[in-house]
């Protein structure tokens, strides 16, 4: 009965999208307000049936339904009771009814939340998210309905959720992925309306750039979630492999991160507009890209849960439909939207463009990485399969960020039309010469030896610090004492400045934690030991215990610090009884400024064990800066200015027809 | 203040640059980053070109697993198409779903006497599913049987 039912609230939310694709579209064009008005209540009405809908997979998750094909493949009766909740997006099915949730959820904040947007904005943006959600229905109740029975042949016990699946990661990584991916679709929407009304002004950046940063600041958090996630559970110490389905997420991001800066340009000084839009689409339409490689089962990996070629042809279609529909109405709207302002070579709007281009040319490199497998197999045929590694990754995306970060202080510095080469000269060259000395003096001071990688690292990351801390300076110069200096700095301001910081926080940990951690794979009796710097591992031995619904070998290390005992390590290895899968669980001690990592490999006769031992000098800094960038989008967000409900939004004056539609809607 | 004109050009030339600074990345990347795959009868045919490092895919076969005996944490064990095996030498620990009779993909290079050193054995697949390598493996050598196995 429960699942009927999530199976008539889906169609249901079918419907009403439908309406709301359609409706207030038709509203717009036959200026019918009581049409344009219907997009907020169809909102609502979406938003609660996909809740309904999701509370009934969840529901026959919690209560071992196992007449559900989804849940009879994805759960177990000795799974705990927190992962048979989780479990609801633990594959395709349930995934993407989470992917269509987040969008009905998103649609449904843009129509809370835009109180101030006029009501032909407003019908058009919602519309648009309604086809969206309208697509990927139809491809879930068509191809992959979670609510499929098993009727005549109930399983009496479920094949359990894929162990690797089993963990906290999971019930927080997949949600905020999601909500990066589809948050997306919001500043997608804003740029077709944009484009269907020629219209783009300052305003519709403004209403525009909240979106965008909270859908990148839920993007990083989902991506250092993953990489969190892969660095202790996939049990082996690496934070990032390169991996199709690690570019595919990150590749928004990328152009994502151009949007903001693109959008930042586009609000304050009214240029760069239709690069702004193709952006904006480029960026949802990476996020669909990643979800039809990921789901198409294209490409080998964990994420690839089912290999249907009918299902990635449906998922081909609708990325065709998406990519190929907007870029022609690009084709022919974009001179409509273009931009008058002017501005000098060494203006803050050039720096911001040479940003957009370093982040789109790497974001290219990795689409290039990640498809060249494919596009080479399907030239010369399946038995030439190569495979693009590391290497060629980080060769493209480590320069550019290089350059990237040189010019990241210098834009931010800056000012907009005009900067005097001879003013970022007198702003910026005692932080250059002060980042440079300290950049090579600390680490030769700490480390006594010559690494010229960590010396550009380190340099690298204090100039962004020092950059900061110069701009705060001078922006706040003039205003009496320094805390009332502080005060007067926007939230969008520190916003950019916490973002900016993450970056300089994620270097650091990235390069420190790759050129000192230090790696062992030792076989190990009891009682054997070795050391890693000031830390001893002495192997104790493996016990057996048993788990909920797994007996685990779990292995005691302890670790002492200068002779002095410290701590106990005590990695595991599962073995699951439903699926007799074995999984390695690493346990690590985490710190701010090193981990301590130990896994279990193989047992290799008399009690001896492979161990995989780390010591992870500021990996921790990794996700520590991502959180930062998020916090910093964030607070950007919180700035009152977007709240500002003022009637005439738009500061430039093409504004005529927009202010009459706020008066029209108040 | 700048003509529109030198604004455009300006923009080109950036995008020029940046163009140009990508495609000669991208080839030099290129250069270093691809792994062609072989299979066992590929490489036991002689057609891997000398200390290149590639990857090679195939089942564990039967029995072949050896771990004692051996130094440290090192692991030996013989990859088949069930055409043509090659040995594979590995120090580290296994992954989990490492198993004889199940496939596996292996990143390294050939050293003097023909064993594969590998860098990086990969698993990144479940119990169903068959990573497109190893598929592509055994049904290259599936092709071949007639004439090269069972001559």
Known sequence: MIPELGNFTLVLALSLAVLLSVVPMAGVYRNNELMMRLSRPLCSGVWVFMVISFGCLAYAFLNDDFSVAYVARNSNTLLPEHYKFTAVWGGHEGSLLLWVLMVASWTYAVSLFSRSLPLDILARVLSVMGIISVCFLLFMLFTSNPFDRLLLNTPAEGTDLNPLLQDFGLIVHPPFLYMGYVGFSVAYAFAITALLTGKLDAAWARWTRPWTNAAWAFLSIGIALGSWWAYYELGWGGWWFWDPVENVAFMPW??????????????????????????????????????????????????????????????????????????????????????????????????????????????????????????????????????????????????????????????????WKKTSLSYLKQQLAKVAIASIALGILLPLVITREVNIPIFIAVSLALWIVFGILRDIQVKTANKGNIFQGLFSLSLSYYGMQIAHLGMAVIILGICLTSHYSVEEDVRMAPGDSIDIGSYQFIFEGVTRQPGPNYDADRGEITVLKNGDPYLTLRPEKRSYFATGAVQTEADIDVGFFRDLFAALGDPRGDGAWVLRIHFKPFVFWIWFGAFLMAGGGITAILDKRYRVRDKANSRIADSGKTADLVMESV | MLAHRQQKLAIVLFIIFGSALAISLVLYALKEGINVFYTPTEISEGSVPDGQSFRIGGMVKMGSVIKQGLDGAEVNFLTTDFCNDVLVSFSGPLPDLFREGQGVVADGALDDQGVFQATQILAKHDENYMSAEVKASLDAAEGENVEVCHQ
């Open chain 1, 254 to 415: 990328l152009v994502g991160t151009a949007l903001i800066h693109s959008l930042a340009v586009t609000e304050k000084r009214g240029v760069f507009k239709s690069w702004t839009v193709l952006l904006a689409i480029a960026a949802f339409s990476l996020s669909l890209l990643g979800t039809f490689i990921v789901r198409s089962g294209l490409i080998t990996s964990v994420h690839a849960f089912a290999v249907d070629p009918e299902r990635g042809l449906v998922l081909l279609t609708i990325l065709l439909l998406v990519i190929g529909a907007s870029l022609f109405l690009y084709a022919l709207r974009a001179p409509v939207v273009k931009g008058s302002a002017s501005y000098t070579v060494t203006s803050r709007e050039v720096f911001l463009l040479i940003n957009n281009i370093l982040l789109v040319v790497a974001t290219a490199g990795i689409l290039l990485g990640t498809l060249y497998p494919l596009i080479h197999e399907a030239i010369n045929g399946e038995a030439n399969m190569v495979s693009v590694g590391p290497p060629y990754f980080n060769t493209i995306f480590l320069p550019l960020m290089g350059v990237l970060v040189l010019f990241l202080t210098v834009g931010s510095i800056s000012r």
